[in-house]
C-alpha cells in the first residue's frame, strides 16, 4: 500500500498527470479574479452571505460569487443540465434507449446534448442572478452595479450591457465544464467534482478564521474563568449553562460536536452497502454443447445513499422558487401583489432577526426554553430570533397560580392544527413551563422534499429495478431464493425502499442541521453553516474517496506492470 503511494510521486506518469489537474486548477483560481465586463470587481458577500443556498454556490464555487467573477457559475449550469437529460431519459424513453443500446456512441451523443443544454440554462442562471442583485439593491438602496441596469426603460445600451454580461458569464460556465472534462480524461477523478472540491477547499480557511475570529475572546474568558475553578460544579454550571455571558462558549461547543457527527455520519453512509448474496453461472462447451459448468457465489452491492446530493439540488430548486418569484413581485406598484409577494418572503425567511434582546430573556437549548415564571414564559414567547414562520410549536405548563392567556398548553402553533388547553395545575408536579417555537417553515418543507426526491430519483434514475432485474436474468445471475423476472424486481424494490428510509433520512439531517444550528446560535450569517454544512462535507468526503481509489487504482496497474515486465538482457 505504501509502495502504490509513493508510486504517484515517483512515477514519470503519474506524477505529470497529477501535475496538470494541480495546474489546471490554479488556473480556475487565477480566472476567479477576473471581473464580469461593464460589472467590474464588486463585493457582494454582504447581500448574498446571509442566504444560505448563495452561501453554498458561494463556497462551491470558490468564492467567485462574492467578486462577480465571469466564472461565478462555475459548473452548475452542466449539473443542471445533466439532471434535466437524466429526468428527460425517464420521460422519454427514446433517449434512455439510446443510452443502453447504442453503448459509447450513444453516451457521447447525450454528453453532446449535455454540452448544448449547458448554454440555456447558463444564460437564465446569469439573467437571475443579475436581476436578484438589481432588485435587492433596488429595494434596500444600495446599488452596486451600473445604474444602466437600474433602468426600466428599454434602449440600445441597457440591452448591449445584459447582452455583454450574460454571454460572458455563459462563456465563464462553458470554460469551467471544458477544464472539468479536460481533468477527466486523466483518469484521476471526476473533474467536474473536483473542481467543486477545489472550491470549497479554497474557502474553508477563511471561514474557520472568520468563525474563530467570533469565538476566540468568549474562549479565553471562560477558560481563565475555569481554569482556576476546575473543581467547582458552580463554576461549570456558570459557564455551561446558567450565564448568558458564556453562550459563545456553548454554542462552540455544539459546533465541534455537531460538526464530528455530521463527518463521521457522512463517512459512515457514504461508504454503507447492502450486499445482495447473487449467483451466476459460468458456462463453457462439453461434449460439443453448451452447458453451465459451475455456479460461482458474488454479491450486488446495493448503496445506502444512491442518489447522492441530488435530491439536496432537487429540494433547494423547489424551496427557492416561490422565494425568487416573490423577490420580483416585491418592488410591485400594485399594493396587493406587493403584500402577498412580502408574506411569501417571510413565511419562508432564514434571515435573523436583529431585534433588541429582551433582558429578562430566558436561557434556551437549541431553542427549548425551560422557565419557572409567567414572566419569563411571555419574554420567551415574544423573543422570535427569525424572520420565517415557525412551525409546529408547543408549550406545555404547570405554573399553577399564575395562569394567563400567555401560560396556557398549547400545540402545533403555527399550523392549521394549533389548539390550547387550559393552565396546569398538577400539585404533584414541579412549577415549571417548557416552550418551543417550532421548526422554521423553510426547514420544515425543506426536509420533506429531501425525502420526497430521494425516493423520485433513487427509483427513476440511480436505481431503476425494471432494468436490473432484466440485466440480471440476461445475464443468467439470480438472486438464491428469488425467480428471475417479477419476483426479482420486488425483492430489489423492497430493499431498495428500506435503504432509502436511511439514506433519505440521512441526506435531510445533514442538509437541514446546519441551518437549524446557524438559526438558533445566531453566530454570524452563515458561518456554521459554511463550517459544517452537510452538503458540503459529503462533497468533500465521496470526491476525495472517489479521486484517492481511481489513483491508487492507476498506481496499482502501475505496480503490476513493474512485477511483470520481463528484465532486460
Not at 460572458?168 to 460556465?173: T, Y
Not at 484521476?188 to 475572546?217: C, E, Y
Not at 434556551?364 to 426554553?369: E, K, M, P
Not at 409567567?374 to 414567547?381: D, G, I, P, R, Y
Amino acid at each position: 500500500m505504501f509502495r502504490r503511494a509513493l508510486l504517484v510521486f515517483t512515477d514519470p506518469e503519474l506524477r505529470s498527470k497529477i501535475l496538470k489537474i494541480l495546474g489546471l486548477l490554479i488556473v480556475i483560481r487565477f480566472l476567479a479574479y477576473i471581473p464580469i465586463p461593464t460589472l467590474g470587481i464588486s463585493d457582494i458577500s454582504q447581500i448574498l452571505g446571509s442566504d444560505a443556498v448563495f452561501s453554498l454556490l458561494n463556497t462551491i464555487s470558490g468564492g467567485a460569487y462574492n467578486s462577480l467573477s465571469f466564472i461565478m457559475l462555475g459548473v452548475s449550469p452542466y449539473i443542471t443540465a445533466s439532471i434535466v437529460m437524466q429526468l428527460l431519459a425517464v420521460i422519454i424513453p427514446k433517449l434512455n434507449e439510446i443510452r443502453r443500446e447504442e453503448g459509447e456512441l450513444g453516451r457521447t451523443k447525450i454528453n453532446r446534448w449535455t454540452r448544448y443544454l449547458v448554454v440555456p440554462l447558463a444564460a437564465l442562471q446569469a439573467w437571475g442572478i443579475i436581476r436578484y442583485l438589481v432588485t435587492t439593491g433596488s429595494a434596500s438602496g444600495e446599488r452596486i452595479l451600473p445604474e444602466i441596469f437600474y433602468q426600466t426603460n428599454i434602449t440600445t445600451e441597457t440591452l448591449w450591457a445584459w447582452f455583454v454580461v450574460i454571454v460572458s458569464m455563459v462563456a465563464g460556465s462553458l470554460i469551467m465544464t471544458w477544464i472539468g472534462e479536460i481533468i477527466t480524461e486523466y483518469r484521476m477523478g471526476n473533474g467536474i467534482s473536483l473542481i467543486i472540491l477545489a472550491g470549497i477547499v479554497v474557502t474553508l480557511p477563511k471561514q474557520f478564521l472568520d468563525f474563530w475570529k467570533v469565538v476566540w475572546p468568549n474562549l479565553v474568558s471562560a477558560w481563565q474563568v475555569l481554569s482556576t475553578n476546575l473543581t467547582n460544579v458552580d463554576t461549570w454550571k456558570e459557564v455551561l449553562w446558567a450565564n448568558p455571558e458564556w453562550a459563545s462558549t456553548r454554542s462552540f461547543l455544539l459546533i465541534i460536536i455537531a460538526f464530528l457527527f455530521t463527518l463521521i455520519l457522512v463517512i459512515f453512509v457514504g461508504e454503507a452497502v447492502r450486499k445482495i448474496p447473487v449467483v451466476y453461472s459460468r458456462r463453457g462447451y462439453n461434449e460439443g454443447a453448451s452447458r453451465t459448468l459451475s455456479r460461482v457465489k458474488s454479491e450486488l452491492p446495493v448503496k445506502v445513499n444512491m442518489a447522492g446530493v441530488i435530491p439536496i439540488i432537487f429540494a433547494i430548486s423547489f424551496i427557492l422558487f416561490p422565494s425568487v418569484i416573490a423577490t420580483f413581485f416585491s418592488t410591485s406598484t400594485l399594493p396587493q401583489i406587493q403584500e402577498t409577494a412580502i408574506k411569501v418572503q417571510t413565511f419562508l425567511s432564514t434571515n435573523p432577526n436583529f431585534a433588541a434582546i429582551p433582558e429578562n430573556l430566558p436561557n434556551n437549548f437549541l431553542g427549548f426554553y425551560k422557565v419557572n415564571t409567567a414572566e419569563a414564559l411571555t419574554a420567551a414567547k415574544n423573543y422570535d430570533p427569525t424572520e420565517g414562520q415557525e412551525l409546529f410549536g408547543f408549550t406545555i405548563s404547570n405554573l399553577k397560580e399564575q395562569c394567563t392567556d400567555d401560560t396556557r398548553n398549547s400545540f402545533f402553533d403555527g399550523t392549521f392544527l394549533h389548539f390550547t388547553l387550559g393552565c396546569g395545575q398538577i400539585d404533584w408536579l414541579p412549577t415549571v413551563a417548557i416552550h418551543w417555537k417550532g421548526v422554521l417553515a423553510y426547514n420544515f418543507f425543506y426536509f420533506v422534499l429531501i425525502i420526497f426526491f430521494t425516493y423520485f430519483y433513487t427509483a427513476n434514475v440511480a436505481f431503476k429495478v425494471e432494468e436490473i432485474a432484466e440485466d440480471l436474468q440476461k445475464s443468467g445471475i439470480y438472486i438464491p431464493g428469488i425467480k428471475p423476472g417479477e419476483e426479482t424486481q420486488t425483492y430489489l424494490q423492497k430493499v431498495s425502499n428500506r435503504l432509502n428510509v436511511v439514506g433519505s433520512l440521512f441526506l435531510a439531517i445533514i442538509a437541514v442541521l446546519p441551518i437549524f444550528l446557524n438559526n438558533n446560535l445566531q453566530i454570524g450569517g452563515n458561518i456554521i453553516n459554511s463550517i459544517i454544512g452537510g452538503t458540503t462535507l459529503l462533497i468533500l468526503v465521496s470526491v476525495t474517496i472517489e479521486s484517492v481509489s481511481q489513483i491508487m487504482a492507476q498506481a496499482t496497474s502501475v505496480d503490476y506492470d513493474r512485477f511483470t515486465r520481463k528484465p532486460k538482457t
